[in-house]
């Protein structure tokens, strides 16, 4: 490192309640402090705001609320944005937000300051709730993964399966970091007897699903799975960690089933402890780019069925099974019918091999070789 950088980070959609999206500027954050440069994370909040925290400073604009997402904002004054970058002077600007906030990579082309997109999501993936045809879908997400490439010095993906979507486009411009997990946090010694019993009764399995409830989340997927498991005589019950706008009609559609709705864990260790308590943890998501809760639960020694179609196989490896479809029983029914000490000790393996320390080295080697 030649002189310390002012890395200015932009994100959206993130409020107190938000899972990876939160955990990662939070910890990427801290280790940039931690090696010396000085990180500024703007966010949209209830109102203005400008606070240091051990992840640096935080400056929170005024941001409106987006209707029918749970609580998320959005930083939509461009006006307001620019003025604060132009105050800030980055060195560096790194955004996590691929829609709204993608005009600000021209911004800091046209100021000669060096840009790096985090990719979070998959553009293609959240573009098939517009129900738009396949080749229209896929030939809108091309031209936009095109702009951002071009506008951006650099993009950030966490897997290779998230990078593929600009090597598509074309892009030549991409570097792949994964994500890492607290491996002192999310550990199997959180394993606890008290809370299995407090879930589920003695030869009960124990599946645990942490998601946001949305639409792109497919937590209907968790509940599909339960029943069918209980139609093959399986003794399971189901822990759905979250929350969001689908939760009235979970519930629902629950109604009768052994599932238990717990909201929003706002305590870590609490959170660690059930991860580390269950049998199997489902990860849902169809469009996954990486899967922080998925690799938290690896951290606590259980293993995770995920969606095939996602990120989420190639940072499980044998820690975990892919499953196609709506139902993920088959896959739960693979992972219990090995011995249970194997089965654990592979997840904590695979997780071991992601640490945020190499990950915050990941990210400051990309925004150090910029020039």
């Known amino acids: ?99 709204t906030l993608r005009w600000t990579g021209a911004w800091a082309r046209r100021r000669a300051i060096p840009s790096v997109m985090v990719s979070h999501e998959s553009l293609d993936g959240l573009l098939q709730v517009t129900r738009l045809p396949s080749a229209a879908r896929r030939g809108l997400a091309a031209r936009l993964n095109r702009a951002t490439a071009r506008d951006f010095a650099r993009v950030v993906c966490t897997t290779a399966w998230a990078a593929e979507e600009f090597r598509r486009a074309g892009a030549d411009n991409v570097a792949q970091v994964p994500l890492g997990v607290d491996l002192q946090l999310f550990h199997p010694d959180r394993r606890s007897d008290e809370v299995r019993a407090r879930h589920a009764a003695s030869g009960e399995v124990l599946l645990l699903c942490c998601t946001r409830l949305s639409v792109e989340k497919r937590p209907q997927r968790a509940l599909t799975t339960l029943t069918t498991l209980l139609d093959r005589g399986v003794p399971a019950r189901m822990v759905l960690a979250g929350d969001g706008p689908l939760r009235r009609r979970l519930e629902q559609r629950a109604a009768g089933l052994p599932v238990e709705f717990t909201g929003w864990l706002a305590d870590r260790n609490e959170l660690a402890a059930l991860q580390a308590s269950a049998d199997v943890v489902l990860a849902p998501g169809p469009i996954e780019t990486f899967g922080l809760a998925a690799l938290e639960a690896l951290a606590c020694s259980t293993p995770v069925v995920a969606s095939s179609s996602s990120a989420l196989p190639g940072v499980l490896g044998d820690a975990g099974v892919g499953v196609d479809g709506e139902d993920f029983a088959p896959g739960v029914l693979r992972l219990l019918a090995e011995p249970e000490q194997a089965r654990r000790a592979r997840a904590r393996a695979r997780a071991e091999q992601f640490s945020w320390d190499a990950a915050i080295s990941g990210f400051l080697a990309v925004h150090e070789a910029l020039r």
């Open 1 to 99: 490192m030649n002189r310390p950088l002012r890395i200015v980070r932009l994100a959206n959609f993130i409020t107190p309640r938000s899972g990876g999206l939160r955990t990662a500027l939070r910890e990427l954050g801290t280790g940039y402090a931690a090696a010396g440069h000085e990180p500024v994370l703007v966010v949209p909040g209830p109102f203005a705001a400008d606070e240091q925290t051990p992840q640096g400073r935080i400056i929170s604009l005024p941001g409106p609320l987006v209707p029918g997402l749970g609580g998320y904002r959005v930083l939509l004054d461009r006006s307001a944005v620019e003025r604060c970058l132009n105050g800030l002077a980055p060195d560096r600007l790194e955004v996590s937000d691929r829609s």
